[in-house]
C-alpha cells in the first residue's frame, strides 16, 4: 500500500506562516542594526538592543538620562526591565588609560641621605693629559663651591668610583693617596685624580665623583669619565654636575 505524502492544508499553512515569521524577524533584526547605527551618533552610546518576533528595542545613555526607543510591538520594558541601563544589551567596555611610567631616576647607588637643600660641586673644566703606558694616567678637574654651600671646603668630599658598574666609596687610604687637591673657596680648586685610581692593563673607561658630606647627610655627587688610549694618545674626559 503507498503511504499519502500530500501535505495537508493544515501543515501547508503553518510551514507559511514560520516562514513569515523568520522573515519577520530577519527583517526586524535589520531594522534594528540600522536604526542604532543611525541613531548612535544622534543619542549617545548604545546601552543596548533586544530583538523579538514583534519587534526591536534600543536602550542608549546620553549623559545622566536614558533614551529608549521601540518599533512593533515590542516594548523596553519587556526586554530589559523597568529602569534598565540596557543590561541585556552588550556593554560597551571604557578605554583603558595607560599609566604613565615613571622616569628613570640615573645615578650613583651610593649610601647616605641626600639633603635636598644641598647643592653639588660645580666641575668647569676636565682634562685627560697624555700618558705612556697604564701606570701614569691621570684626570684634573677644575671645580668650586657653590655659593649656597659656602659653609664646605675640599676636605668636606666624599669620593666614589664606578668598577664593574657598582659605585663603590673610596675610603681605603690607598686609593685616597691619588687624589691631591689645590686651591680655595675663592679661586676654586683643582683636583687630580691619579695613581691605582686609573690603572687598566689596556685602554678604557673610568668614571670619578665627588660629594659634599656633613657626616649625616650628603649632597649630590657630580663626577668625571676618562676615556684612555693604550698608547696614552687621545685620552680625554668629561664630567656631569649634579
Not at 114 to 125: D, E, K, Q, R, T
Not at 149 to 167: H, P, Q, R, S
Not at 179 to 188: E, F, R
Amino acid at each position: 500500500m503507498t503511504k499519502n505524502t500530500t501535505p495537508t492544508p493544515a501543515s501547508t499553512s503553518e510551514a507559511g506562516s514560520k516562514d513569515r515569521q523568520s522573515k519577520r524577524g530577519v527583517l526586524i533584526g535589520a531594522a534594528a542594526i540600522c536604526f542604532s547605527i543611525l541613531l548612535a551618533p544622534l543619542i549617545g552610546n548604545a546601552g543596548g538592543a533586544g530583538v523579538m518576533d514583534t519587534g526591536f528595542c534600543i536602550v542608549s545613555q546620553y549623559g545622566e538620562e536614558e533614551i529608549r526607543g521601540h518599533a512593533g510591538g515590542t516594548l523596553c520594558d519587556t526586554v530589559f526591565g523597568e529602569g534598565s541601563e540596557g543590561g541585556g544589551g552588550e556593554e560597551i567596555p571604557e578605554e583603558e588609560i595607560p599609566e604613565e611610567e615613571s622616569p628613570e631616576v640615573e645615578g650613583p647607588d651610593l649610601p647616605g641621605v641626600v639633603n635636598p637643600a644641598y647643592h653639588a660641586p660645580v666641575i668647569s673644566a676636565c682634562t685627560a693629559p697624555r700618558s705612556l703606558g697604564s701606570h701614569n694616567r691621570s684626570l684634573i678637574v677644575e671645580w668650586s663651591v657653590p655659593a649656597e654651600m659656602d659653609d664646605f671646603a675640599y676636605d668636606d668630599l666624599e669620593y666614589y668610583i664606578l668598577e664593574d658598574g657598582v659605585y663603590s666609596l673610596l675610603t681605603a687610604s690607598y686609593m685616597l693617596d691619588g687624589i691631591s687637591t689645590s686651591g680655595d673657596v675663592l679661586n676654586g680648586y683643582s683636583t687630580t685624580f691619579s695613581g691605582s685610581l686609573l690603572f687598566m692593563d689596556y685602554g678604557g673607561e673610568k668614571e670619578l665623583g665627588f660629594r659634599f658630606t656633613d657626616g649625616e647627610s650628603v649632597s649630590p655627587p657630580s663626577s668625571v669619565t676618562g676615556t684612555f688610549t693604550v698608547t696614552g694618545i687621545g685620552n680625554s674626559c668629561t664630567f656631569t654636575n649634579g
